[in-house]
């Protein structure tokens, strides 16, 4: 079975810019994640969807932030403008249903702003 | 105090002892928990579920004390390949915001 598919695997932009990631979930996986894990700490969940449905964004800076999953299957997470402090690693996950099952990762984006 | 705090180590110990790791969590709604183990520049994957009655896999063991509101994970006869960081993560239901902890660090010496 297919794992998460994040890409790229590294950027790095000059702050102001903008960049756009892509995950594709495990398939017949309903709910996805999108998690920042900075250096030394734990993931932190920006947003959830269910299917194409948003469950959680509390936590998504909206100002700068922004992500979509138009079909209910691979998602898209844009940050414009870029700050330093955006500089993390960004984890794409997926569940068969909800937040009560396992969660699989991707191997992440490691985004450095320069 | 934080949502979900963890000891963040590091715990260095010898192959074959006993560890464990405490988590503390704030919110006494929580339903969901689970340990995740994070190796270096690796994404996290899933230790183990932990239920209200205590489960174990192999040599570890994971504990839920809803009443002091924490949970644990204990590693018995740690091996070299234990060492990682491993997570904490408590949900609410199934549409609550899920909490990671900031992960405790393990290693393991021969």
């Known amino acids: 079975e297919a794992g998460v598919a994040q890409s790229p695997r590294y950027k790095i932009i000059e702050k102001r810019q903008s960049v756009a990631f892509w995950c594709n979930p495990i398939?017949?996986?309903?709910?996805l994640y999108w998690y920042q894990q900075i250096l030394g700490q734990g993931p932190k969940l920006l947003i959830q969807f269910q299917n194409n449905g948003v469950v959680d964004d509390s936590q998504l800076p909206k100002d700068r932030f922004s992500a979509e999953r138009l079909k209910g299957v691979d998602s898209t997470l844009k940050i414009q403008p870029a700050k330093l402090e955006d500089s993390a690693v960004y984890l794409c996950?997926?569940?068969?249903?909800?937040?009560?099952?396992?969660?699989?990762f991707g191997p992440g984006t490691r985004l450095t702003v320069l | 105090r934080k949502e979900v705090e963890q000891d963040p180590g590091p715990f260095n110990v010898p192959e074959g002892a006993t560890v464990a790791f405490n988590c503390t969590y704030s919110n006494s709604a929580s339903q969901s928990f689970f340990w995740y183990r994070q190796d270096c520049r690796k994404e996290p994957k899933l230790l183990m579920s932990v239920y209200s009655s205590g489960n174990e896999d192999g040599r570890f063991t994971a504990q839920l004390n809803r009443a002091s509101q924490y949970i644990s994970l204990l590693i018995r006869d740690s091996k070299l390949s234990d060492s990682a960081t491993y997570l904490c993560v408590v949900s609410g239901s199934s549409a609550s915001k899920i909490i990671f902890g900031s992960g405790t660090r393990l290693s393991i010496r021969p």
């Open positions: 996950a997926s569940s068969l249903q909800t937040s009560t099952d396992t969660q699989y």
């Open positions: 398939s017949g996986h309903a709910t």
